[in-house]
């Protein structure tokens, strides 16, 4: 069911029902598409997340009201069971213990071997994209390997690192405080602002995509551009 | 094209434009004037036409040398302007010689002033924008706040009048601040005598205030814990986390967040708050939905007979 708050003097929040799942996402990709069609040179912003839209309007509209009820009429929700759109994706990731990979394999009774093999076996889907720029919100992680977020955040999480928290995993685009728990580091580039304005993307993906991850070796991370942080040199 | 140098960095100086827009999806925030009333005072002032890219100066000490002839003017905290040595009003704009040294002490009353000069500073965008977020490392000259020795060019515009907002309509920064608050995303997650509570508390701005949020301190606002999926966040919202303080999000919030929200505060007086330091005395009030037309409708009238206040100088 569809529900909408407001959000601000220039916003309104549209609610799916609280819970993360595929089905969430490819009914947030239609509303995306019909919002658009029906609000276009009025949308400043459109920012999905798991089971939200967040609708933001330039100012000055018709009346937030009024656009809080012709959304209301207009807005259709299908009820099909499709799958979510996206493009499939592998992130390479070398595993490393200097971080958080014992504490969760001790966490979840499993050896660290078992805990990459778990990791790197499910594929995961694009959620959310925020935080920081570049930040992708994957789920859901095997809910052996659902670890809480550490008591304390570290105030350096290394760029290109490879974390989970409760059943979600991410990349760190770029080295960030952050209380997730880091497994390994990940060599691939997740925000390039030097590509603005070419025909290369900024991010290798979108909300909805399809991610995997495999394990490589530490020549492998090198080969491919990776760089491993200085307390670890 | 006219130019500046920057002789002194001061605490914080930021190229701020209107904002990023049409990005969050990337997770890049909005950025743009903390305090916008005073960011768009400056451009109507000058008559620059579209919002320019100005610099916010946080707290002072802010030094620029001026490489052409051009107009200025600061807007903004009460920080005290002079050039070369010879104190100059905020709110006016102001002619400026090759080899001029403008300078700004540190803020009175007020924590950010906006330096904007006619046609605005010229510098390529990031994602459509100049505003600075230094947590993103997007905007300015290459991500960061303004460094000494840094070479700002700037529109090359002639302006034949100068204008000066009356002292009647300067700011007061001192103030009480009162803050209308529009109910919205989690609002039925409160209760009755949560809400009177939220009204009717003396807050203070904490320690922890910043281009991103303004963390309040006071009574504590506990309810129980609930959890929520990570959802956007708009300009001027409330987090309620739980250890029941609220934090105004402002300009450089996250895109996303997960704490429980009761609404969200009126963008001027968001804008307001940014001005604000430690220890200011903040109360909200609740502004009904049927109430936003009319607020509308009043911004609309007052940035028009704002401009007709304008004093011309010369």
């Known amino acids: ?233 | 094209m006219s130019a500046f140098v920057v002789l002194k960095a001061g605490v914080v100086a930021s190229l701020q434009d209107q904002g990023r827009f049409g990005s969050a999806h990337l997770g890049l925030t909005q950025g743009g004037p903390a305090d916008y009333a005073s960011y768009r005072i400056a451009d109507l002032l000058l008559q620059n036409p579209t919002p320019s890219c100005q610099i916010e100066v946080a707290v002072g000490g802010f030094s620029l040398l001026a490489l052409t002839d051009t107009v200025f003017c600061v807007t903004g905290g009460a920080m005290p302007l002079t050039v070369n040595g010879q104190p100059k009003s905020l709110w006016h704009t102001h002619r400026i010689k090759k080899d001029d040294v403008l300078e700004l002490g540190f803020a009175k009353s007020g924590l950010r002033c906006y330096l904007a000069v006619a046609g605005g500073f010229k510098l390529p965008k990031d994602f459509g924008s100049n505003s600075t977020v230094l947590r993103e490392k997007v905007g300015g000259i290459a991500g960061e706040a303004l460094q000494q020795g840094q070479f700002l060019p700037a529109a090359s515009v002639y302006r034949p009048l100068l204008w000066a907002l009356p002292e009647k309509l300067w700011p007061d920064y001192s103030a009480p601040l009162e803050l209308g608050l529009l109910p919205g995303y989690q609002q039925h997650w409160f209760d009755e005598s949560q809400w009177q509570q939220l009204y009717s508390n003396d807050y203070q701005v904490s320690a922890l205030y910043d281009r991103m949020g303004y963390r309040l301190q006071g009574e504590p606002l506990l309810y129980p814990p609930r959890a929520l999926l990570s959802e956007g966040i708009c300009y001027g919202a409330v987090q309620l986390p739980p250890d029941g303080l609220p934090i105004v999000l402002l300009n450089d919030r996250q895109t996303l967040g997960g704490y429980p929200k009761p609404g969200v505060v009126l963008a001027r007086h968001a804008a307001a708050l940014a001005q604000s330091q430690q220890g200011h005395q903040i109360r909200f009030y609740p502004v009904a939905p049927e109430q936003l037309e009319a607020e509308q409708r009043q911004q609309s009238r007052y940035w028009a007979e704002l401009a007709m206040e304008f004093r011309s100088l010369v």
């Open chain 1, 1 to 233: 069911m569809i529900q909408l708050e407001l959000a601000g003097e220039n916003a309104l929040i549209l609610y799916l029902s609280a819970e993360i799942s595929a089905q969430n996402l490819s009914q947030l990709q239609q509303l995306q598409y019909q919002i658009r069609s029906l609000l276009d040179e009025q949308l400043q912003e459109l920012l999905p997340s798991y089971a939200s839209l967040l609708i933001v309007l330039k100012a000055p509209h018709k009346g937030l009201l009024a656009i809080k009820t012709m959304l209301e009429q207009q807005l259709v929700l299908s009820a099909a069971n499709t799958e979510p759109q996206g493009q499939q994706l592998t992130l390479p990731v070398y595993y490393h213990n200097a971080w958080d990979l014992d504490h969760v394999a001790q966490k979840a009774g499993l050896t660290t071997d078992q805990v990459i093999e778990l990791h790197q076996s499910a594929e995961y889907r694009v959620y959310a994209i925020g935080f920081a720029p570049g930040f992708a919100y994957l789920g859901e992680l095997d809910a052996r390997l659902a670890t809480a977020r550490l008591k304390s955040p570290r105030a350096k999480v290394p760029k290109g690192a490879v974390a989970i928290a409760d059943r979600q995993t991410a990349v760190y685009p770029a080295e960030s405080p952050g209380g997730w728990n880091i497994l390994g580091l990940c060599p691939t580039p997740l925000f390039e602002p030097d590509n603005a304005g070419t025909a290369k993307p900024l991010m290798p993906f979108v909300v909805g995509d399809k991610v995997r991850f495999q394990s490589i070796s530490r020549d492998e991370f090198f080969a491919l551009g990776g760089q491993l942080p200085q307390e670890l040199c």
